[in-house]
């Protein structure tokens, strides 16, 4: 194991939801697979619940650590005890937690200034957009982690580019998807409440996309005909049914279906697909670390 000073350093900020939580985990253990210092950073309560997996990743040799941070949601109109989206009463104050999720910059910045080692990179969830200007003020970078599939995330953003709720008039009333190659209808209703809210929250997400170095997807812009990914409602509609049918081909269609499992199971795995390119973003961001390491020593 290479010695502290030349390790690599990751922080990690999962929104404080159960389903953002686990995929951000996972992340810090590919990473710490790879011999990186992982620090993620939270709330108490949520700290409570990586108790399990970071008592086995230890086990297993991996520098995964969590670091407490101290939260109160009480100036958003919200009980102090709450620090998960699933300890709400309602969903619909939703868009409370997540400003009071924004309201740690300054106790992370003072988190920051005594880190050990350095912060190398920053991986943090978009709906913590305050994160960015934490990576701007100590020059380093940072990821956004998106956790949406592409389609849902390709459709929340034209509807905010195309201001495709500027003209509904209720909550109920469906809009069609601006953007897309085929006709799909929504009502605000059914968007997530902080994008209905306000209007500013969203514009500081998108603001802080931008200055993050990226944001990992499953398909490069300009690839769509390559890969063919453009499916009609009817195809989907014709698949599900094949498969869901009794007979020799949606047996034929199951079986394929448990290798793909397997072959998605192959990707994480030492030198599968995934783990390569997790190896390749930490050789990225070590060669920026050691530019920058370098610039100061001249």
Known sequence: MASQSHQLHFVLFPLIAQGHLIPMFDTARMLARH????????????????????ARAAEAGLQI???????????????????????????????ELFMAANTL???????????????????????????????????????????FSCFCTLCLHNIQIYEALESVSSESELFVVPGLPDHIELASNHLPSAMIDVKDFSALVSDAEMLSVGSQVTLKWGEEEKFGVLVKKEQVKNAVNSVMNVGEESEERRRRARELGKMANKAVEEEGSSYLSMKLLIEDIRKKTFVEKKGETL
Not at 39 to 48: D, E, G, S
Not at 68 to 87: A, K, R, V, Y
């Open 35 to 54: 011999g990186v210092i992982v620090t993620i950073v939270t709330t108490q309560l949520n700290a409570k619940r990586f108790a399990i997996p970071l």
């Open 65 to 95: 650590r969590a670091v407490e941070i101290q939260f109160s949601c009480q100036e958003t109109g919200l009980p102090n005890e709450i620090e998960n989206f699933d300890m709400l009463p309602s969903l619909g104050l939703g868009y």
């Open 105 to 147: 910059q300054e106790p992370v910045e003072r988190l920051f200034e005594g880190l050990t080692p350095r912060p190398s990179c920053i991986i943090s969830d978009m709906c913590l957009p305050y994160t960015s200007n934490v990576a701007t003020k100590f020059g380093i970078p940072r990821i956004s982690f998106n956790g």
